[in-house]
């Protein structure tokens, strides 16, 4: 990328840094932009997103099953295994069931929860070694606290790329959640 390339005020600030830096921040942008973004974030430089559309635009995006199913569990009460999720649709939710003969069996029920996930339309975090989902990220991140021995209050932005790796869930969404959570948007 040459300089006319950039946006002038890009080129400014780079012109500020020394050849090291450069090159590191470019080859974060070139392995890792997600990475990058979520630095840019994190250090103000970038605006975060606005949770409300970010719902809206995830529920545009779900498949016919995973918004089927996002649906029925929404009102699931406390986070569940996979097993309890088939238990529950089976007592509770026949009608998804019937839709969808496949949800009675673990390996694509977990696959459509994995997938809700992988959206930020759902959560799940890990109680030892069992993982349990809930319907939201921020119901998932509060759980995550609890069980590293955390305080919500406590958590910060830059916490959000640990509760990714120990969760899988989207990085962006579990930002979202700390700042809805912390800035006492959502009542603890």
Do not use: C
């Amino acid at each position: 990328m040459t300089d006319a390339d950039l946006d002038p005020r890009l080129a400014e600030a780079l012109a500020q840094l020394d050849e090291s830096t450069v090159k590191g921040i470019s080859d974060l942008a070139a392995n890792d932009p997600e990475l990058l973004e979520e630095l840019l974030a994190d250090v103000g430089y970038l605006p975060t997103s606005n949770a409300e559309s970010d719902s809206e635009e995830i529920a545009e995006n779900l498949s016919p099953p995973q918004r089927r199913l996002s649906e029925a569990l929404t009102d699931m009460g406390s986070p569940r295994t996979t097993d309890e999720i088939i238990e529950l649709l089976q007592n509770d939710h026949p009608d998804v069931i019937e839709e969808y003969q496949s949800a009675k069996h673990r390996p694509w029920l977990s696959t459509k929860l994995n997938e809700l996930v992988d959206k930020g339309a759902f959560g799940r975090f890990r109680d030892g070694r069992t993982v349990r989902y809930v319907p939201s990220i921020s119901e998932a991140v509060r759980h995550w606290a609890l069980h590293n021995n955390r305080f919500v209050e406590d958590l910060e932005r830059s916490d959000a790329r640990t509760i990714a790796d120990d969760t899988g869930m989207p990085t962006s969404a579990i930002r979202n959640a700390i700042e809805e959570m912390t800035n006492g948007d959502e009542q603890l």
